[in-house]
């Protein structure tokens, strides 16, 4: 039965149910209000009230009639008066007593009356019931009191009447109203009889329509089913196939008529599955849950007449039918997807083992191309210390110039690869975009100057300092921008004007406008000016030389970044590149205060060096030693291990790529082996610029890198950053040994000024304490940790020691314990004195 004839259906019974009950309860009610309105109607009650009320009146006229006979015959008989009054009387007593004259009472009239009549009983009772003699010397009284209740008598008749005429016509009134809602009912009911009527024989029609309907699109179903590209299988609750589509004759190669009433399994599901097809279908003929009807296409297998097994893709749903449930299967062969699927898949596996070898590639291209670059350009810096002529050291610069540019090369083709292989990572810190713009137009103020060009920036509109953005992706675009702007410019301006637009939250898009009055770029140009190796031949390009990669790079990273970059440019006028970014704003960051090199010891540091390129060490080694730090080697990083464990060191440099281990095991093997260095700073250098692998160096242990080609500043700062930790901390790896080991390395004469100059930190403490007397405990702490860090580097331990005890005595505030080890500085320090 179709859902719409299952509907109508439902309704008429549900129609002709309420409507058979209403008509019940309908007549129910009104045969209750007839059957009382006729009890009201009946007459002998009524009667029976009225006749007491006339009798009362009779009774009365009676006793009065008696009255005069007895006063007409003075030797008349009281006997009949004396009984017509006490009938009167009986009546009376009825009026007021009786629960049918009830509602009588309450009539204003009448119960004033009866009052008035029972004053009248209440006197004559006595006389009534006194001697003869008595009663006819009172019969004048009695007759004047008769004459004067008379009128009360008919009062009270009259007004009961009323009463009663007044109700009566009020039931009468009411059984008309019953009357007229029974003819309203009957219209209503035949009414509504009347549309069920034309309802049903409506609903008839249209079911004779929908029947027609049905035939009709059973018809256009079944030319749909036997037609479809895709196997239609009906079965009925128990398995057995009840239609078998031309589609699944040749997916399954199995006859329609031969495989009517049989049971599904065995036809087309292969053997290993059969146990599981008869368990489901057993769970829904016995009501359980459905795993597969209704969930949707489904892969599994199936088998064809011949036993071969194929992949199909199955939808199954249910419907319910006059001869019970019925399952509905759509079969789908994919053998052919499922092979292209496996190709497609082999193919991206081969791809991905492409790319990742591609980036491996990468990787040890940029290792084994930055290495060389190491000691070229480190073993250049040394060279600019030595005694160099003037040709010389222009050599030596020039030199220095190609290796940058080489390096910038190496960098710009690492980037785009990571770019175009999706492995390029942003880094969201806040940053100033004042001190950042700043930076990189004091950078090109050289150039500018040189170019005899203005060079000058600011904001459109509110400043946006701080925002949440990739420093050194957007340092790197702007630099190309603003240093092509320059380099082509020649007499004229530069101008990068910068405009915050607010949005939403904390949301905020800056658009930077670089703008010069250079020669421009020619029409053709302008649509390749971003593709990479892009020179082109006009003018602006022939200024100066260049690979093409920057404003690719550029347009690279602003796409990143979620942003666009864009040039509108006139040939003899000049040029606009336009970048827009969506940034966040940030709130302000405390930039940390550079270190001051003047406040750290010139020497005495002990740094290890783990590099397995004999080159790359001598370069690092001669870095360090110019600076005054001690410096230990090892070749790979099982020996760094071993030495680690024993021997104390201040800072550790950790080369990635080496032999037998590397740095990165090396490191997570210190950190964990319990030696003495094992929280010692590590610092990575590594040629491989990948930010992916940096990140899991740090994750490894190290705490920071250093990326080679590596440079003295770099190294200076890195060095000096860890350094001064350490001189915070208190806390060194020195011992006595290294005050003669620093004399040998830096010169006696230097050695002899270092020493002079820390023996006069020492007195100074001393006098200070001496005369000290306000006790700043907090200034006692810092003095004496300040001087306890130069004694360390000249090897004096014990002096170095009981300086910090005075420290932690002054931190804690032992007065008495602090006071103890001040007093025992100057004889230690005379012993410490002669030891070095």
Known sequence: MKPNQTENHLFKSVYLTVASVMFIIAIIF??????????????????????TLSQAEVEFLEFTKKLSEAKANERGDFIQMRQRFDVFF????????????????????YETALLEVQTFLDRTV???????????????????????????????????????????????????????????????????????????????????????ETLDTADRMNTVIQTSLDGVIVSD???????????????????????????LG????????????????????????????????VKLEAKRANGDIFPVELAIQSARTDDGEIFIAFLRDISASVEAEKELISARDRALAADRLKTEFLATMSHEIRTPLNGLLGNLNLIQDT????????????????????????????????????????????????????????????TATTNSTTLTWGWTGEPANWVLSDPERLQHILMNLIGNAVKFTRGGSVSIMINARHGDGDNVDVDFQVTDTGQGIDEDLKGRIFDDFVTGTTAYDRVVGGTGLGLSIARRFATAMGGSISVDSEVGVGSTFSLHLPMRQAAPVDEPAPIQIAELPETGFHILIVEDNEINRTVTRE??????????????????????????????LMDVSMPIMDGRTATRAIRSGGGVCANTPIVALTANALATEQADFLKDGMNAILTKPLSRDALRNIVHRFLAEILEDGHRALTSSHASEMRDLIGEDKY?????????????????????????????????????????????????SALIDVENAAKEERLDDMSKAIAALGPIWDVSQSSF
């Open 30 to 51: 009104l045969s209750i209000n007839v059957a009382r309105d006729l009890r009201q109607l009946e007459s002998a009650g009524s009667d029976n009230v009225h006749w």
């Open 752 to 800: 002899t000024r270092l020493r002079a100059r820390f023996v006069d930190e020492v007195m100074v403490l001393h006098s200070w304490l001496a005369t000290e007397t306000g006790m700043d405990l907090s200034e006692i702490a810092k003095r004496a940790h300040k001087v306890a860090g130069s004694a360390a580097t000249f090897g004096a331990t014990d002096y170095r």
């Open 387 to 446: 005694k160099l002529n003037g040709h010389q050291l222009r050599y030596i610069r020039n030199m220095e110039t190609s290796g940058d540019l080489l390096l910038r090369h190496v960098s710009d083709v690492l980037d785009i690869t990571r770019y175009d292989v999706g492995r390029l990572q942003l880094r969201q810190v806040p940053l100033n975009l004042a001190n950042l713009v700043q930076e990189i137009v004091d950078s090109q103020s050289g």
């Open 237 to 263: 609750n128990a398995g057995r196939i009840v239609a078998f589509n031309a589609a699944a004759e040749t997916i399954f190669g199995h006859k329609s008529r031969d495989v009517l009433g049989k049971e």
């Open 90 to 109: 009986s009546r009376i007593q009825t009026l007021q007593s009786a629960s049918v004259y009830a509602r009588l009472r309450t009539l204003e009239d």
């Open 623 to 652: 870095m360090l030693r110019k600076d005054g730090q001690l410096t230990s080697e090892v070749h790979d990083g099982a020996a760094a291990v071993e030495i680690a464990h024993d021997y104390p060191f201040d800072l550790i």
């Open 266 to 297: 065995p036809l087309i599901i292969p053997e290993h599955l059969v146990d599981a097809h008869d368990a489901g279908m057993k769970r829904m003929r016995d009501g359980g849950e459905k795993h597969v009807v209704g969930k949707g296409r």
């Open 126 to 212: 006595p006389l009534i019931d006194s001697d003869d003699a008595t009663l006819r010397a009172a019969l004048g009284d009695i007759s004047e009191y008769a004459e004067q209740t008379r009128p009360l008598v008919r009062t009270i008749a009259n007004s009961a009447l009323d009463f009663f005429a007044s109700e009566s016509d009020a039931r009468r009134q009411t059984f008309a109203g019953t009357l007229f809602q029974v003819a309203a009912l009957m219209a209503i009911l035949v009414t509504v009889m009347g549309f069920a009527v034309y309802y049903l024989r409506r609903l008839n029609i249209q079911n004779t329509v929908r029947e027609r």
